[in-house]
């Protein structure tokens, strides 16, 4: 008689009566078995031929800020941001599969650049968003302060690749670091 091999969710290696609870570090092993493939392409390539490495980190982290000097700088205009926004997904489109990391280092830094030119998108976008000028944030587009925007703050995340951006009421300050006269 052959032995019956157990299911998954079948509770024969378990005691009579016990059931299978879920490990706490289950969602963090799917949520690392998701990225793996995305963290261990730059080492991983088969398309880049040993010959030509491919993109260095480096070579892409100073195109990426490169763009932020010229699209992002101290004067922004709406223009300017819509440009910059096209010229970083085509950068990323064009440089980020070729990233090539020879060792784990590199393979880190790998991961630093495209986490830079993802924040890059989100300041972008942030930057759209804020349609006034006001201390160092210049925008040549809308010279003037928005009256709106006083007391609120600029939020911006990224969520599955989108970045998200809200602006919301400034959080109210403890006592201990208002400013004297009461402002905050």
Do not use: W
Not at 87 to 116: G, V
Not at 151 to 178: C, D, H, M, S
């Amino acid at each position: 008689m052959a032995k019956r091999q157990p299911s998954s969710g079948s509770n024969t290696a378990r005691p009579h009566g016990a059931r299978e609870l879920p490990s706490p570090l289950q969602p963090t092993l799917i949520k690392s078995a998701r990225y793996s493939s995305r963290i261990t392409s730059p080492v991983s390539s088969s398309a880049i031929a040993p010959s030509s490495p491919g993109t260095s980190p480096l070579e892409f982290e100073c195109a990426v800020r490169q763009y932020c000097e010229r699209y992002v700088g101290v004067f922004k205009s709406a223009g300017k941001l819509r440009a910059g926004m096209r010229r970083l997904e085509s950068l990323k489109k064009q440089f980020l599969p070729n990233l090539y990391a020879e060792n784990p280092h590199y393979l880190m830094r790998c991961m630093e650049a495209k986490n830079i030119a993802d924040m890059a998108g989100v300041y972008m976008q942030a930057c759209m968003v804020r349609k006034e000028t006001r201390g160092f944030f210049n925008r040549a587009d809308f010279p003037e302060k928005g009256a709106n925007r006083n007391g609120k703050i600029t939020y911006q995340r990224l969520e599955n690749g989108v970045p998200i951006v809200e602006v919301r009421a400034a959080p109210k300050l403890k006592p201990q670091y208002a400013t004297k006269g009461g402002k905050n």
